[in-house]
């Protein structure tokens, strides 16, 4: 059974940075590309960031590139998503799953909340 465990998330202030982790468990991690979702309150679910299978390719959403960092460590079954300069509307609860095709069921995902 697929399992998808996030962690990390917390309360930090606008400017600030926070690294979120995602263990996934139950399939052959190191052969899927992964990436982050995010869903803020009243909002739909929207793709933030993906990565290739071994990690040599990256995308981002515009609203967090250049701020956002995908990485993963298929030694450890583990993606990271470092998240510097963050911005009140960052404020969601983060998930991670395969790409491109997401599978059920989805982890509990990771508060992060920005304010000061």
């Known amino acids: 059974q697929v399992q998808l465990v996030e962690s990390g998330g917390g309360l930090v202030q606008p400017g600030g940075s926070l690294r979120v982790s995602c263990a996934a468990s139950?399939?052959?991690?190191?052969?899927?590309?992964m990436s982050w979702y995010r869903q803020a309150p009243g909002k739909e679910r929207e793709l933030v960031a993906t990565?290739?299978?071994?990690?040599?390719?990256?995308n981002y959403a515009d609203s967090v590139k250049g701020r956002f960092t995908i990485a993963r460590d298929n030694a450890k079954n583990t993606v990271y998503l470092q998240m510097n300069s963050l911005k009140p509307e960052d404020t969601a609860v983060y998930y991670c799953?395969?790409?491109?095709?997401?599978?059920?069921?989805w982890g509990q995902g990771t508060q992060v909340t920005v304010s000061s």
């Open positions: 799953n395969k790409y491109p095709r997401p599978v059920n069921p």
């Open positions: 139950g399939f052959t991690f190191s052969i899927y590309a």
């Open positions: 990565i290739t299978f071994n990690g040599g390719s990256t």
